[in-house]
């Protein structure tokens, strides 16, 4: 994915965590457990569904599951 400017002073790095289809709702729960937020709901994709996330530092991730 491509990310927004680059901050001052530090590198940028979009990571996108993949699970299982059947896993992603509770592994978006997980991750909301450990203090993610979530910046945008999940939603269909032709290639699986995503959800954006952030970490506590607002650091942007995003959860995707593949659809086989």
Do not use: K, M, W
């Amino acid at each position: 994915h491509q990310v927004g400017a680059a901050g001052s002073g530090r590198g940028r790095l979009h990571l996108d965590l993949a699970c299982a289809d059947a896993d992603h709702d509770a592994e978006d729960e997980r991750l909301d457990g450990l203090g993610a937020d979530l910046l945008r709901p999940i939603r269909p994709e032709p290639y699986g569904r995503i959800a954006n996330l952030a970490d506590p530092d607002a650091n942007p991730f995003d959860l995707v599951a593949s659809t086989p």
